[in-house]
């Protein structure tokens, strides 16, 4: 899609810009977990409000960068790729939105756990979190360079996230089963490590978007090629 | 080229005969026709009237020898038209010939005559009749016919001269032609080769033409051209490799977009910078490139105010590097603006600044903590400690403890700052560094009994001398091996060995200490820089014993390198330079 140009550079202009807008959404969704995470480990309350703050930003960014979209598709009637990516990019820029949305429901988290004690010193967490993280970026990677392998990495890393949310919870399970102290406490982490899991889900669906864009054959909704690794 | 003219010319030349071809054939044709019908039409008539001077009885008898005489068809018709007599038919065969036209002219006009194509020959034929008159009463007509394919043929042999004629103009003219077009063409195609090779990129200096028409200018203007070009490619090519030295030696790095925002030039020191994390971004634009929130922040206000924007961005999360971003446009032709993008890396330069705050914050907290205490016990002294001896000579004992620490601080501090300007002179000898261990151990040995550590001196004898001065190798060696008594927890050991590495003979001295955390090894030796802060200020330490070490390392050409494990113990390798010392 490159090297293809259009004979009107202003609308070549349009679409970039599209492109750069959807990307500086995804950067600001990344930074937003990082800062989560951090308000988390570190204790940091103050971070967490930065981030929760920071949301309303994604939010305006979103709306914004789909109602270029729909002004495109209503003036300039974009054909084949063209469509592909405009549509992709309304999808994708729905994901991000939510992404940033649970970043700040993480930060939220992290205000309430900060006034209680630490339940444990958080090692999965931050693993799963710089996993994500990756994936955001990894997926963004994908859709700048048309890559569609970097777009089958991400799908299979949502695996391993989706199982380390699964030993994060049987862990805290053991917690609350010992100490009923620690319930609240450990529900709470349990949901920072669920919306984690569903920022992964989210990567996953922009890898598939991508997939989408490229192809044009829809990958959604498939079971994942690392299903079949499962150990026998 | 050539060919093109060559025809051009010749069918100029072509249309031209045809043209006066046809002119001719129109002009000439029916005048010829004429004249020579004219002609055969007078001597028809002459005939005829010689022939009517005759009684018409004579005539019928001699028609056979006048129509031989005169070379035609002889016909006598009375006044109703009835056929008397024929030269070539039998008169009982033919019609009525009352109705023809010529003798109808004939006889209102004296005169008649008339061309009909004769079905008979196949010919046109020329009819001419003249009446018969006894008085003025008209007895009958005499006739005479003659074919006209005399005229035609006579027309026939004319046109093919003509064509003749044509056809070696013709010749004529394509020789013409190509002269006129070999002559035409040969400087144009001289021209043409010429610009040729020019287009080609081969330097073919200047064109000669002998020629002194209009291709003479033509080539004195493409010359003037090609010298003109040829100074101006070599002016922008001198500029160019100035431009890109300048960029590929300058350490900043340097990007510049296109008209497209898009990364159309990445200079080597930008190159080296980014590889590693971003790869290839050529043809990217700077969000693609950079996936940096900051960067784009910075690079839409300059869209927005189209002036040089200055900012500083950090990239990357695990090892990050602070760049000043300078963002300014590039004159070019209008309507094609470009932008360079510069980054000037200032990590270091920060890191830089964090240490000197934190020596400042440092160095006053260091001082200050001991001045408190010594503050604290001599104003209990004064409001009435001093009547009790016991403990007014306890408040003192420790005041005099923290003024000592404060002097040992201030001389590290000393220290450091002389041997990092230089201003300390470094005796240098070759030094056994046997000896200065020996000369070192009663120093630790007491402190290191008490904590019933063993060190364990691993030194051969035949090692060889290092080039260092005596007293600073001292200092460094019970810097180390204080600050290993110290971190050993009681009945641990410390190991003293040495060996050769590269260039450098290496003392290690190893302890079975309590060791530092990984991430907090590369920060030893910047001062007052602690591990664990309260703990080892308990142990009476300024902080500076690690800096000062660094330091004199390094002013003796050498360096301190630190290997520990978290609760395993310290390895501390002092390298210093080999030096073939006679002694």
Known sequence: ?????????????????????????????????????????????????????????????????????????????????????????????????????????????????????????????????????????????????????????????????DDLNEQIFRELLTFMMEDSKTIHRSLMIMQVSKNLERIADHAKGIADMVTYMVTGESVRHQSCVSDEKEPA | MKRNLFFKILFSYLVIVCLSFFILDLLIKDEIKKVMTDKIEAELFAYAELIDLNPAQKMSDQLQQIARISNSRVTLVDAQGRVLADSEKDIITMENHFNRPELQEARLKGKGKSIRFSQTIGVDMLYVAIPMKSGSQITGYVRFARPLHDVQSAIEKIYQSIFLAMMIVAIIALVIALIFSYRLTAPIRALEKFTERLRQGEPS??????????????????????????????LANEEKSKLMTAFTSMTEGVLILNAEDKIEFVNQALGNMLAEQ??????????????????????????????????????????????????????????????????????????????????????????????????GYLETINAGAINNTDDAKRFIDISL???????????????????????????????????????????????????????????????????????????????????????????????????????????????????????????????????????????????????????????????????????????????????????
């Open chain 2, 401 to 583: 403890k923290q003024a000592r620490r404060l002097n040992r601080l201030v001389e590290d501090l000393l220290v450091i700052s002389k041997v990092e300007l230089g201003e300390i002179k470094l005796h240098f000898e070759g030094v056994s560094v046997r000896d200065v261990f020996v000369s070192a151990m009663p120093l630790v040995e007491a402190k290191a009994g008490l904590k019933k550590i063993n060190i364990q001196n691993n030194l051969q004898k035949n090692l060889p001398h290092i080039w260092a001065d005596r007293d600073r190798l001292t200092q460094i060696l019970v810097n180390v091996l204080d600050n290993a008594v110290k971190f050993t927890p009681e009945d641990g050991s410390i190991f003293i060995d040495a060996g050769q590495k590269d260039n450098y003979i290496v003392l290690t001295i190893t302890d079975t200490g309590i060791g530092i955390p990984k991430e907090e090894v590369q920060r030893l030796g910047e001062r007052f820089y602690r591990v664990e802060r309260s703990r080892s200020r308990d142990l009476g330490g300024t902080g500076l014993g690690l800096s000062i070490v660094k330091h004199l390392m390094i002013a003796h050409g050498g360096k301190m390198e630190i290997e520990s494990q978290l609760g395993r113990g310290t390895k501390v390798s002092l390298f210093f330079p080999m030096r073939i010392i006679n002694c």
């Open chain 2, 278 to 375: 971003y790869g290839d971004i050529n043809g990217k634009t700077l969000m693609e490139a950079f996936l940096n929130a900051d960067l784009q922040k910075s690079f839409l206000k300059f869209k927005e105010k189209h002036i040089t924007v200055v900012e500083e961005v950090t990239l990357g999360s695990f090892e990050p590097v602070i760049l000043g971003v300078s963002i300014s446009s590039v004159h070019n032709y209008p309507g094609e603006e470009k932008v360079m993008v510069v980054f000037h890396d200032v990590t270091r330069l920060k890191k830089l600044e964090k240490i000197r705050v934190d020596f400042v914050a440092n160095v006053t907290h260091e001082i200050r903590t001991p001045l408190t205490a010594i503050i």
């Open chain 2, 205 to 234: 200096g200047s064109i000669i033409l002998k020629t002194s028409d209009e291709t003479k200018n033509l080539a004195d203007n493409i010359n003037y051209l090609v010298d003109e070009l040829q100074s101006q490619i070599r």
């Open chain 1, 1 to 161: 899609m490159e090297e293809r140009k259009h004979t009107s550079s202003h609308y070549e202009m349009e679409l970039q810009e599209i492109k750069n807008g959807l990307i500086y959404i995804g950067v600001l969704t990344e930074t937003a977990i990082q800062m989560a995470m951090k308000s988390l480990t570190e204790r940091d309350s103050d971070l967490a409000h930065k981030v929760i703050k920071d949301d309303d930003e994604i939010d305006t960014l979103d709306t914004d960068l789909e109602e270029r979209c729909i002004k495109i598709l209503a003036l300039r009637q974009p054909t084949a790729i063209d469509l592909r990516f405009i549509t992709t990019a309304i999808k994708i820029t729905g994901h991000l939105e939510r992404i940033g949305d649970m970043a700040a429901n993480i930060a939220e988290k992290a205000i309430q756990l900060n006034e209680e004690p630490k339940l444990k010193p958080y090692i999965d967490l931050p693993r799963m979190a710089e996993l994500v993280g990756e994936m955001i970026k990894k997926s963004l990677d994908s859709f700048i360079g048309n890559d569609l392998n970097m777009a089958e990495e991400v799908r299979r890393m949502e695996q391993v996230t």
